[in-house]
């Protein structure tokens, strides 16, 4: 394993054990809007509940993929 990849590997992992203390200590307030987005689908019927965050979900992987284009372009 090369330095550069540890590295990676160690902010990437800081960042988000950040986050999740985030969520954690008081800032699901913030994401309370997460998976109420229009393009999730949601059925709730007695005995039986469907739950399928597809707009949070395309949210998430372009918000991935912004930050890894973002890492990959300052480190090389």
Do not use: C, H, N
């Not at 059925?43 to 979900?57: D, K, N, T």
């Not at 949210?59 to 372009?73: F, K, Q």
């Amino acid at each position: 394993m090369t330095p550069q990849l540890g590295k990676l590997l160690v902010i990437l992992g800081l960042g988000l054990a950040a986050l999740g203390a985030v969520v954690w200590l008081g800032g699901g307030s913030l994401l309370s809007w997460f998976g109420r987005l229009p393009g999730d689908i949601r059925v709730e019927r007695p005995g039986f509940r469907l739950y399928a965050p597809l707009a949070s979900m395309l949210l998430v992987s372009l918000l991935l993929s912004a930050v890894l284009w973002l890492i990959r372009r300052l480190s090389g």
